[in-house]
């Protein structure tokens, strides 16, 4: 099993930034890839990002490309995203995601899921 432990949501301005973390633990050695998707009130869940283990593949959703960026720490075992430009339409839960197959933009591509952190754009 992996656990996940998203942190570093909470409420920003538009225009600004924030950086949000998922701690991984358990069998980390299983991982091949990692993402982050999204859950606004009353939507469906959708992807944001995804990067393989080696981190030299990386995927992003149309909507956030050139704005977020993300990232790991093999070492430690942590994913981050960075978001810059922030707009109201980020407002959601995000979920971090990691997985035992090849790197993947739906939700079953991903084994394993976080609790979600709360991140509000105000306009």
């Known amino acids: 099993q992996v656990q996940l432990v998203e942190s570093g949501g909470g409420l920003v301005q538009a225009g600004g930034s924030l950086r949000l973390s998922c701690a991984a633990s358990?069998?980390?050695?299983?991982?091949?890839?990692m993402g982050w998707f999204r859950q606004a009130p009353g939507k469906e869940r959708e992807f944001v990002s995804a990067?393989?283990?080696?981190?030299?593949?990386?995927y992003y959703a149309d909507s956030v490309k050139g704005r977020f960026t993300i990232s790991k720490n093999s070492p430690k075992n942590t994913l981050f995203l960075h978001k810059n430009s922030l707009k109201p339409e980020d407002t959601a839960v995000y979920y971090c995601?990691?997985?035992?197959?090849?790197?993947?933009?739906?939700?079953?591509?991903?084994?394993?899921w976080g609790q979600g952190t709360q991140v509000t754009v105000s306009s």
């Open positions: 358990g069998r980390t050695f299983s991982i091949l890839a």
């Open positions: 995601a990691a997985g035992g197959k090849r790197i993947g933009l739906t939700q079953p591509d991903y084994d394993y």
């Open positions: 990067i393989d283990w080696s981190g030299s593949v990386k």
